[in-house]
């Protein structure tokens, strides 16, 4: 008998000496997984988001790349999946690739409530579980804060009820930090969502200290800064350093700066193309970076 890590890695020595492509070491590996402080629930790190990715035609050619977008994501063993109602029709299309190809038991779903009064909330979770196929949302969150008292409200109140398992917050704005620091300490959520990259690093302040401080459950969004980080580094070579830490791209060295900071728990990275979803995936494995390598990137996007 040999483990599973000992034949792949044989076979791409293997698949070297016969000169064909090698499987890619990291590959042996399980993707790492963080805990959920208020339940110790392990959360595989890398995620993925729906913005834009999902707001696709049905039937349409992009809507059937998100299949292998979806398969590779789940194969490397991943988990996490975060929409919004307010993303156009990316529930629809969500929810029917997930029932269709039987892998909402595998899913940890996230959705959120962006909606004005209690019965719009209400409507629009309703909403949410029939566009997602689903009895049960994961994580529930407040999108941007949006009427944060009574939607936090009734996030609670539908987990109480076990139809949500986990609540939170979200925001995507340095200015937004603040307040959602103060709603953060007084409500004590499972959950925040935030953004943090290379080139926005505000969350560092006040956020993340206080996340990992209270136990709360931090989710990265908008890493490639909404894939804008990419036209920056064009033309640029890795740091020397990079394959030290089992990196071979740009994006995976995004998502490990991300993933660097202590008090991250998942990255959610969108893309509608498979091959840059395994390219993501890639950031699960090995090292994360230091103090050192962190700075670095610091100076050279800020
Ligand atoms: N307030 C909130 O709650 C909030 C706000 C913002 C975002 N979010 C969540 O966070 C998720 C991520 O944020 P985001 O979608 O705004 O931005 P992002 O993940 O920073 O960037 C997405 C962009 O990067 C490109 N990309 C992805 N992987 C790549 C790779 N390996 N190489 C090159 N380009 C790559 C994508 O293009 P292709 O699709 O063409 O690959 C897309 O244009 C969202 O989808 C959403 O679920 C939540």
Known sequence: MIDRRTFITASSLAAIGAGLPAMPLWAAQALQQRPIPSSGEMLPVIGMGTSGSFEVKPGSPEQLALRDVLRRFFDAGASVIDTSPNYSNAEDILGELLVSQDLRAKTFLATKLAADNRAAGEAQFAQSLQRLHSDRIDLLQVHNLRDWRTQLGLARELKA??????????????????????VVKAEKPDFLQINYSVASTHAEKRVLP?????????IINRAFEDGKLFAQVANR????????????????????FALSHPAVTVVIPATG????????????????LDQAQRDELKAMFG
């Not at 609540?167 to 307040?179: E, N, P």
């Not at 070579?237 to 490990?256: D, E, I, N, R, Y």
């Open 237 to 256: 070579a890795l740091p020397t350093w990079a394959a030290q830490v089992g990196v071979s791209s740009w994006a995976q060295l995004f998502l490990k």
């Open 273 to 288: 193309k498979p091959h840059r979803q395994s390219d993501n995936l890639g950031a699960g494995y090995g090292a994360t």
């Open 161 to 182: 009820q076990g139809k949500v398992r986990y609540i939170g917050v979200t925001h995507f704005l340095d200015t937004a930090h603040d307040t959602l620091a103060d």
């Open 210 to 218: 206080m996340a990992r401080d209270l136990g709360v459950a931090v």
